[in-house]
T-cell receptor, first 111, second 113 residues
Framework: QQPVQSPQAVILREGEDAVINCSSS?????VHWYRQKHGEAPVFLMI?????EQKGHEKISASFNEKKQQSSLYLTASQLSYSGTYFC????????????FGKGTKLTVNP | DSGVTQTPKHLITATGQRVTLRCSPR?????VYWYQQSLDQGLQFLIH???????AKGNILERFSAQQFPDLHSELNLSSLELGDSALYFC????????????FGDGTRLSIL
């Protein structure tokens, strides 16, 4: 079951904040976040395991709400370099042994 | 530079043909993953190998197969190609045994005419 990402697209001015959500209908074991710039390969941001932990990477952090089966990616004081498409990937509990990615959220940061 | 090498970068072929995509993982990484990325399907996990053994299968078609060799490089074989197989195929590698942090190669763009 593919996770649902929202919003599909967001446009920011430099310095503004954004939140990208990733929701699943299945009980999750982990959530993975990647950023892909146009014409480039995806780049790993972070992995969150069940337990509701929050992790950070530069000014980008994320949380995992196990009860809601939802993860949120927080981008604070956005920079031009944050532009790209953000994908969440989910592993379900119960040994599905698959990593299923959402359709992505396109983030554009303008000067 | 992620350290993951994929060849070729571009491949143009016809329907019904067979192609082989190659991936060399980062030094020290034992896991290799293959993904297909198309505009309408997004990033789709195909298959995962760890130290030569198949560990997980995603939505990989029966016409597709892969293997990881003793030197840890991997090949993805696509046969009886159809127009719908046109996509960007990524290989990624990781030190993890499961789905850990992955480093992606630049991809192979496959175009079926």
């Amino acid at each position: 079951q593919q996770p649902v990402q929202s919003p599909q697209a967001v446009i920011l001015r430099e310095g503004e904040d954004a939140v990208i959500n990733c929701s699943s209908s299945k009980a999750l074991y982990s959530v993975h976040w990647y950023r892909q710039k146009h014409g480039e390969a995806p780049v790993f941001l972070m992995i969150l395991l069940k337990g509701g932990e929050q992790k950070g990477h530069e000014k980008i952090s994320a949380s995992f709400n196990e009860k809601k089966q939802q993860s949120s990616l927080y981008l604070t004081a956005s920079q031009l370099s944050y532009s790209g498409t953000y994908f969440c990937g989910t592993e379900s509990q119960g040994g599905s042994e698959k990593l299923v990615f959402g359709k992505g959220t396109k983030l554009t940061v303008n000067p | 530079d992620s350290g993951v090498t994929q060849t070729p970068k571009h491949l143009i072929t016809a329907t019904g043909q067979r192609v082989t995509l190659r991936c060399s993982p980062r030094s020290g990484d034992l896991s290799v993953y293959w993904y297909q990325q198309s505009l309408d399907q997004g990033l789709q996990f195909l298959i995962h190998y760890y130290n030569g053994e198949e560990r997980a299968k995603g939505n990989i078609l029966e016409r597709f197969s892969a293997q990881q060799f003793p030197d840890l490089h991997s090949e993805l074989n696509l046969s009886s190609l159809e127009l719908g197989d046109s996509a960007l195929y990524f290989c990624a590698s990781s030190v993890a045994q499961g789905f850990g942090p992955q480093h992606f190669g630049d991809g192979t763009r496959l175009s079926i005419l």
